[in-house]
């Protein structure tokens, strides 16, 4: 089993100024030994905010839905009562020109309905994540992506914007993907206007921290590289 305290400050220890990284588990059953959790949220995004600021916990899908597009993405059924919720927020998306009908289809979703799911910061998840979301400034951000592509584990994608909560099954599917975030992510967890997501399959962690050695190694000697050129040959 991987410490994953240890794992969590090797990221901290080479990407500067990221945010402890969350680790999202999606399980089959219901956790033993992890706190439920109490309360509600207006998004499913704000359990990235709750797990940067304390301990693990898991949720059920009823916790996630006030949040029609989350719940979506996460493929959980909204409850009869509530179901015609998805339908007033797309036709909201639809009427101030955020979102196009035709690009309802193409979201991606989770494969199945998780019957519970934990967030934790990464050094202190309970197990194996399925994926770990990265708040970075681009600089550590354009770190992690390449360290990503040189271990094999996704990172070519195409850059993706909203909902944020898409890069979650994209990440499980293709492997490691960048999200710029969207505008209700940003304002439920506080993301800052200078930064973005980085979502690493839980399964491609190891590989991708092996990398990330390399990558900043080549880094840091590009960059002494570049600025003694700099030096040496602007004129302008």
């Not at 967030?119 to 994926?131: K, R």
């Not at 710029?180 to 839980?202: H, P, Q």
């Not at 590989?207 to 080549?218: F, T």
Request: charged share 20%; aromatic share 8%; hydrophobic share 40%.
């Amino acid at each position: 089993m991987s410490d994953w305290k240890e794992m969590e400050e090797r990221f901290q220890s080479k990407l500067p100024g990221i945010r402890r990284p969350i680790a999202v588990t999606f399980l089959d059953a219901v956790p033993s030994g992890v706190e439920r959790f109490s309360g509600t949220v207006p998004s499913g995004c704000s359990f990235w905010r709750l797990a940067s600021e304390g301990g693990a916990f898991y949720t059920l899908p009823a916790d996630h839905f006030n949040c029609a597009v989350g719940s979506y993405t996460h493929n959980i059924p909204l409850s009869p009562e509530r179901e015609k919720e998805t339908e007033q927020t797309l036709k909201l998306m639809f009427t101030v020109g955020y979102i196009k009908p035709e690009e309802v289809p193409s979201i991606p979703r989770l494969a199945k309905t998780p019957a519970a799911v934990v967030y934790a910061p990464l050094g202190e998840t309970p197990g194996e994540p399925s994926a770990v979301l990265f708040a970075c400034k681009p600089g550590s951000a354009m770190l992690l992506q390449e360290a990503a592509i040189r271990a094999g584990a996704g990172g070519a994608t195409p850059t993706l914007g909203r909902p944020t909560c898409t890069s979650l099954p994209f990440a499980l599917e293709r492997g490691t993907q960048t999200s710029l975030g969207c505008i209700g992510n940003r304002v439920y967890t506080g993301l800052g206007e200078d930064e973005l997501y980085i979502v690493v399959a839980g399964k491609d962690l190891e590989k991708v921290a092996a990398a990330l050695d390399e990558i900043v190694s080549a880094n840091q000697a590009l960059q002494n590289y570049a600025t003694e050129r700099r030096t040496q040959l602007a004129t302008a």
